[in-house]
């Protein structure tokens, strides 16, 4: 079954304890992106990735990190969360050719709470 | 500058009938691809609708059809015979093949269909 698949759903962590989110997806897809979503904001973008080696930031960046060594596979790293990293992020992915064509698929999620 | 934009925090609709969700978008590049996402309230994101900037049709996937008005440049998605299961948040994203890579997304409406 095609899917992107990030790990955890649910993550409560203190401030300044580095995490990772993990995010795969099985589809061969060169684009990969992170985004929050925030009430009222919507989803917005915090790193994306063309292909392997590849990133670029989007339009929240500060605070996180990102790498991607592998084409399946794109860790967001979290070096010293803090409260205002609270919120619902999103892993996605889709081909990279023809790129405004191309669907993005999504993973279900992680809530992170930064106390 | 905000680049989506959805002007209807919440929407509500009788089962059954039609409804009209507005989007408007903001972009210099000539070529863009526009999409409609689902999120119900289990938190996924679903892909809808696509409508590219060069198709000369709108586009119909089911019960979802997109009024693509170029000039006006909005994307409004309607929803023929509502159903409850389409009570959920409705996004619009834009994804520019030119002006960068990112992929934007508007704040949402909220649809509530009523039995």
């Known amino acids: 079954e095609a899917q992107v698949t990030q790990n955890p759903r649910y993550l409560i962590t203190v401030t300044g304890k580095k995490l990772t989110v993990t995010c795969s997806q099985n589809?061969?897809?060169?684009?990969m992106s992170w985004y929050r979503q925030d009430p009222g904001l919507g989803l917005r973008q915090i790193y994306y990735s063309m292909n392997v080696e590849v990133t670029d930031k989007g339009d929240v960046p500060e605070g996180y990190k990102v790498s991607r060594k592998e084409k399946r596979n794109f860790p967001l790293i979290l070096e010293s969360p803090s409260p205002n990293q609270t919120s619902l992020y999103f892993c996605?992915?889709?081909?990279?050719?023809?790129?405004?064509?191309?669907?993005?698929?999504f993973g279900a999620g992680t809530r992170l709470s930064v106390l | 500058a905000q680049k989506i934009t959805q002007t209807q925090p919440g929407m509500f609709v009788q089962e059954k009938e039609a409804v009209t969700l507005d989007c408007t978008y903001d972009?210099?590049?000539?070529?863009?691809?526009l999409f409609w996402y689902k999120q119900p309230s289990s938190g996924e994101m679903i892909f809808l609708i696509y409508?590219?900037?060069?198709?000369?049709q709108n586009a119909t996937e089911g019960r979802y059809s997109l009024n693509f008005q170029k000039a006006r440049k909005s994307a409004n998605l309607v929803i023929s015979a509502s159903q409850l299961g389409d009570s959920a948040m409705y996004f619009c994203a834009m994804r520019e093949d030119n002006y960068g890579q990112n992929f934007v997304f508007g704040p949402g409406t909220r649809l509530s269909v009523l039995p």
């Open positions: 972009t210099s590049d000539p070529s863009y691809g």
């Open positions: 409508q590219g900037s060069y198709d000369q």
């Open positions: 589809m061969n897809h060169e684009y």
């Open positions: 996605a992915s889709s081909r990279g050719r023809e790129q405004a064509k191309n669907i993005q698929y």
